[in-house]
T-cell receptor, first 116, second 113 residues
């Protein structure tokens, strides 16, 4: 299995530009998560989906951030317009579920975003 | 709400030293507990887990025991190696069907040869 796939691995953009991060979860996984990691704030959950439906987007910082999951094998996180404070590593993770089991979350390698 | 608190880092040890990273949690009922590890430049990966009180999770020489009475899940290893240098995250999955995890702030561990 290829694991969770994220693209691009690195993104450098100028303030005000639109940024789109992409994620392909592990086949058969029904839950998908987007996280942001920074030195100052640590690891933050932005949004998660169950069966392609957004369940909790309370971690999305503001309206500039949006996420979609049009099908079970693809999700995007979009920032428009981007700002320097959005610079971070963005992780996508997937897991089996929803359900009662404590299913392991599998993380992708992350996208390092730098906004200048 | 549910929360996880880890010992402050960074932690620096010599090779073959004994390691403890403290983790305590606040949650309703009996959550599932996890330790994840993040090596430089990579995503997080599961190190071990425990799903009920007194369970011991173990992997790669690391161990952690689910202590309900002290709401703790401390990570231990008897003899660390340079390759154990990484950031370690304690996490809980609340009771119920949602697969959302609550993470601690992470503890950076550096092992010197």
């Amino acid at each position: 299995d290829a694991g969770v796939i994220q693209s691009p691995r690195h993104e450098v953009t100028e303030m005000g530009q639109e940024v789109t991060l992409r994620c392909k979860p592990i086949s058969g996984h029904n839950s998908l998560f987007w996280y942001r990691q920074t030195m100052m704030r640590g690891l933050e959950l932005l949004i998660y989906f169950n069966n392609n439906v957004p369940i909790d987007d309370s971690g999305m910082p503001e309206d500039r951030f949006s996420a979609k999951m049009p099908n079970a094998s693809f999700s995007t996180l979009k920032i428009q317009p981007s700002e320097p404070r959005d610079s971070a590593v963005y992780f996508c993770a997937s897991t089996q579920g929803p359900g009662q089991g404590p299913y392991e979350q599998y993380f992708g390698p992350g996208t390092r975003l730098t906004v200048t | 709400g549910d929360s996880v608190t880890q010992m402050e880092g960074p932690v620096t040890l010599s090779e073959e030293a004994f390691l403890t990273i403290n983790c305590t949690y606040t949650a309703t009922g009996y959550p599932s507990l996890f330790w994840y590890v993040q090596y430089p430049g990579e995503g997080l990966q599961l190190l071990l887990k425990a799903t009920k009180a007194d369970d011991k999770g173990s992997n790669k020489g690391f161990e952690a025991t689910y202590r309900k009475e002290t709401t703790s899940f401390h990570l231990e290893k008897g003899s660390v190696q340079v390759s154990d240098s990484a950031v370690y995250f304690c996490a809980l999955k609340p009771l119920g069907g949602a697969q959302k995890l609550v993470f601690g702030q992470g503890t950076r561990l550096t092992i010197n040869p």
